[in-house]
């Protein structure tokens, strides 16, 4: 069921401009949830990280703003605005914020 942060259908965004920066903090605001997916917008501030996991689904960072550090199974990437990088299903990923960058995650959930 859609909640009240999602974004609006049938109207054309700006994905960049959902979601601000906040000091030390990062920010994430879920777009659509749906049993096939989801899509979540991240605002990171400078110096700010996810650790290393893993997750059960493919999933795409989409940078719209800055540069995102981002590991692989153990490779380092650089991804700037407009660049969109695949973190396969199973191999362990982290991300980092050398500065603040925003980023769209798309979560494919499927086998």
């Not at 973190?87 to 995650?105: E, G, I, Y």
Request: no cysteine; net charge negative; hydrophobic share 45%.
């Amino acid at each position: 069921m859609p909640t009240h942060t999602e974004m609006p259908g049938a109207a054309p965004v700006r994905p960049v401009d959902l979601v601000t920066y906040q000091d030390g903090a990062i920010v994430s605001r879920i777009l659509l949830k749906r049993a096939g997916g989801t899509m979540t917008l991240f605002a990171f501030d400078e110096g700010q990280s996810l650790s290393e996991h893993t997750a059960p689904f493919d999933a795409v960072a989409h940078v719209l703003d800055g540069e995102a550090d981002i590991t692989i199974a153990g490779t380092p990437l650089r991804a700037s605005a407009g660049d969109a990088v695949l973190m396969p299903a199973n191999q362990p990923h982290a991300v980092s914020a050398p500065a603040r960058f925003k980023m769209l995650l798309t979560m494919i959930r499927s086998a």
